[in-house]
Each structure stands twice: as C-alpha cells, then as structure tokens.
C-alpha cells in the first residue's frame, strides 16, 4: 500500500507455448508489438508492421496470436507484471508507515516511467474498446480492495481517521495517483511542457495520502523522513 488501480486483473490471451523454441518466437513477437505500438499507436499499427519488425511470417504470428487485439493483451500482461510487483525497499510496515507509503509511491511511479507509451496507449484504446475497458475497470477495482484492505489495518492499529469509510478513502486515493502519474509522464512529457520535479511529485501524492489518513508522524520525525525514502 499505495498501489495504483493500472496494473492488475488478468487480460484475454491463449496458452503459453511449450517448446523454448516457442517461447522465444512468441517473445520476440510480444517486443516487436510492443515497439510497433508505441511508435505508432494502436489504431496505427498493422499486424505487417509487427512481424515485419520480428522478422517473421503472418502464419507465424497466427501460430501464437490470434488478431491485434490479442498480441496488445500480451504486451499489457507484460507491463502489468512490471508495474504490480515492480520491487519497493523493506521497510516495516508495523513501525513506519508511512515510510511504506512513501516507498510503495515511489517504486510506482518508477514503474509507470517505464511503462509510459503503454499507459497512453492503455487510454486510448480503453476509449474505443469495450472489453479493454472492462477489464481496466476490473484491475482498478481489484487494486481498490486491496488497498481498503491495508487501509481498514490502519485503523484497526489505531493509525488511520476511523471514520473514514475504507474502501471509498482507497477508491479517491488510488484514482489520485494513478492520475497523477498519467498526467506525468504520459500528458506533461506529451505536450512537451517542463514536467513538475519528481521528487516534488512524490512527495506531494505521498503527503496527500497520509494526510488523508491523518496517519501519524513521530516527535523525532522518523516518519517524515520516510517521505523521503
């Protein structure tokens, strides 16, 4: 906790291949889609574009995809592993935390910085696909309960307002960073304006998550400090 609501849920796609020659072509395959995609947009990108880029046949992708829509699924599942296991420092949960706040904030935003062209390219086709839609509604959802879930802990150890009602407190704060992070790397690096300092960034959303909770801070300021973790 903190996680943001863009990278969980599971996306539509076949059986994995079970020869390691498979694997590789369907790797290469996923990559090349991936490069064909953020170069050019989804509505752009031609199933010849993409194994033109992996040097292979059309009867090889069908082999592994079955259409656009597909292959996109594979490249997200990929950005989707990055970004919900996307490794934060240990810290102690129990003893600062908001210091794990501020490091669960800062291991996202590193991960969306990665994953930046497909969370763009995740916007754009969420508004012309219904089932890409529903299925980013599902992943929102899912990081939602999760982080009610830690928030409802805080509480109950006596950290967190206790009147606020978990899971919409996690529903505001989880739409708070991800959106923060979109307009970010993807909206402000777009328009080709000066982005705002990340380190700024970070502490910003980490403050307005603790200060939401009215989570603690201790006299000799080991908590604050964990904003800077």
């Known amino acids: 906790m903190p996680a943001a609501p863009e990278s969980d ?16 072509t369907r790797s290469s395959l996923v990559a ?4 064909v995609f953020e170069e050019s947009g989804y509505l752009d990108s031609r199933l010849i574009d993409i194994t033109r880029a992996a040097r292979c046949s059309a009867g090889t992708f069908y082999t592994y995809f079955t259409s656009k829509e597909e292959i996109l699924a594979a490249v997200l599942e990929q950005a ?21 706040i501020a490091a ?5 935003f590193e991960a969306y ?15 012309i696909d219904p089932e890409f839609r529903r299925l980013r ?10 982080n009610a879930r830690s928030i409802e802990s805080l509480q ?6 206790t009147e606020l009602d978990p899971l919409l407190s996690s529903r505001a704060l989880s739409s708070m960073i991800s959106r923060l992070a979109f307009n970010h790397f993807v909206v402000d690096a777009a328009g080709g304006r000066s ?3 990340y380190e700024g960034l970070l502490e910003t959303a980490t403050r307005l998550w603790v200060n939401a909770l009215r989570l603690p801070f201790t006299d000799d300021g080991d908590a604050e400090r964990g904003l800077d973790a």
């Open 80 to 100: 989707r592993d990055d970004m919900l296991h996307p490794g934060t420092e240990r810290v102690d949960p129990h003893e600062n935390p908001v210091a794990v």
């Open 195 to 197: 982005a705002a300092d």
């Open 32 to 35: 090349a889609a991936r490069r």
């Open 113 to 127: 910085q990665r994953n930046a062209k497909l969370m763009a390219l995740l916007e754009q086709v969420s508004n």
């Open 104 to 108: 669960s904030n800062r291991a996202y």
């Open 156 to 161: 109950n150890r006596g950290l967190a307002d």
């Open 9 to 24: 849920g599971d996306l539509p796609n076949r059986e994995l291949p079970i020869t390691p020659r498979g694997l590789r």
């Open 137 to 146: 509604r599902e992943r929102a959802d899912a990081f939602v309960r999760r």
